[in-house]
């Protein structure tokens, strides 16, 4: 998809659709993961979706990483499209997080000993937070590139774009933490 030319009236559609995002989105997960909250019942299927984030994470950190390094590089076409499909992915992973969450209870870490519990409640508290913050930051960041905000776009990726990255990867070693634990 190449970068669009929005009217003025259009962009402070968008611009308020992106803030409402931004708060939407945490709290829906943020409700989803209060263990008051009753759970769906979808079958066993569910079970496997944590497996599936963790690739969805992998895969993005991975697109994102290609992303940079085609900038990097000049290839703006390239940037574009490993930057759309992390966007993609990371959407993909939302949409499947909330399935997880609605459906399952929170898996508990069953980790032995005060180093792994504390490396492990770092990353996770670290991860969480970090995805709640970088949310607008990322709407902003595609906003401003498929507007052709070119300027803009690089100001907001200076600090989204290592931030996304952090959060994709402590999701991958989270998972890892984790799994050993799943039922």
């Known amino acids: 998809m190449s970068p669009l ?11 308020r659709l992106i803030r409402i995002l931004s708060v939407v989105i945490p709290l829906a997960v943020a409700v989803l993961l209060n263990p008051r909250v009753p759970k769906v019942q ?3 299927w569910t079970k496997l979706l944590p497996h599936l984030n963790a690739l969805i994470n992998t895969a993005t950190a991975v697109l994102l990483i290609i992303g940079y390094i085609m900038i990097k590089r000049g290839n703006v076409a390239a940037h574009r499209r490993a930057m759309q499909t992390a966007f ?7 949409v499947s997080y909330v399935l997880y969450h609605l459906t399952n209870e929170s898996t508990a870490f069953g980790g032995v000993g005060v180093g792994v519990r504390t490396f492990y409640y770092v990353i996770l508290v670290s991860h969480i937070v970090l995805s709640i913050v ?7 960041a595609v906003y401003y590139a498929w507007s052709n905000q070119i300027p803009r776009h690089k100001r907001i990726v200076k600090v989204t774009y290592p931030v996304w990255l952090y959060v994709s990867v402590t999701g991958v070693i989270a998972y890892l933490m984790i799994s050993p634990y799943y039922q």
């Open 5 to 15: 030319t929005i009217p003025q009236e259009k962009q402070k559609s968008y611009l």
């Open 42 to 44: 979808m079958g066993e």
């Open 88 to 94: 993609v992915l990371g959407s993909l992973f939302l």
């Open 134 to 140: 970088v949310v607008p930051f990322v709407l902003l």
